[in-house]
Structures are given as structure tokens and as C-alpha cells.
């Protein structure tokens, strides 16, 4: 079993920075793809932004300019900087992982528990 632990959300003013961290655990080969997905209320949960293992990113075009995805293999984890939030950033921030267990199982998909950010005056 591979766990995604996230840390990192909280309140913030608008125009303020925020950075998400996550990092996974358990038995993992290799991690293809990590990256944050976003849910706020009421709306289907979106891609903000991923990071595959040759460090090629890709971001929604709401955030480009304004967040920053780095990740560190040796750790197996991956971070969210957020800069110039404004209040429709607001959501639960979810981890995600597209990874191999072992050598020889194919590729699954592991999700954070979620992490909210909230930004408000």
C-alpha cells in the first residue's frame, strides 16, 4: 500500500502565497507522474498541475504564472508553490500519484486525503 500525506493549506489573504507539500510512503518502485488536483464546492475536481519523472510539467491555464510544481525523486515527493491567490483558488487540494508498486505490476493511481485552502479577506 503507498500512503500520500499532504501538508501545507490554511487561510490566506488575497495575493498571498501559500505551498503545499506531499510526500509518499510504502511500497514503491517508481512514481511516473505526481501532481495537484482541486475541488471546491459544488464543482468537479480539476487538474491544477503535474510533474512527470523526467520533471516535464503542465498546468491549468488558470494558474499558470501563479503556481510552481517541483518535485524530488530521491524523497518521492512533490510540492505546490502558490503565489497571487485569489479567492476562486479556493478548494481541497488533493495529492495524486501514478505509480508502480514493484517492477513487475502495472501503473495505479494513489490520492491524498486533501488538504483545504481557503482565500479570503
Known amino acids: 500500500q503507498v500512503q500520500l500525506v499532504e501538508s501545507g493549506g490554511g487561510l490566506v489573504q488575497p495575493g498571498g502565497s501559500l505551498r503545499l507539500s506531499c510526500a509518499a510512503s510504502?511500497?514503491?518502485?517508481?512514481?511516473?507522474?505526481m501532481g495537484w488536483y482541486r475541488q471546491a464546492p459544488g464543482k468537479q475536481r480539476e487538474l491544477v498541475a503535474t510533474?512527470?519523472?523526467?520533471?516535464?510539467?503542465r498546468y491549468a491555464d488558470s494558474v499558470k504564472g501563479r503556481f510552481t510544481i517541483s518535485r524530488d525523486n530521491a524523497q518521492n515527493s512533490v510540492s505546490l508553490q502558490m503565489n497571487s491567490l485569489q479567492p476562486e483558488d479556493t478548494a481541497v487540494y488533493y495529492c495524486?500519484?501514478?505509480?508502480?508498486?514493484?517492477?513487475?505490476?502495472?501503473?495505479?493511481?494513489?490520492w491524498g486525503q486533501g488538504t483545504q485552502v481557503t482565500v479570503s479577506s
Open positions: 510504502g511500497s514503491i518502485f517508481r512514481i511516473i507522474t
Open positions: 495524486r500519484s501514478d505509480l508502480q508498486a514493484t517492477i513487475t505490476q502495472g501503473i495505479y493511481v494513489a
Open positions: 510533474i512527470n519523472i523526467g520533471g516535464v510539467t
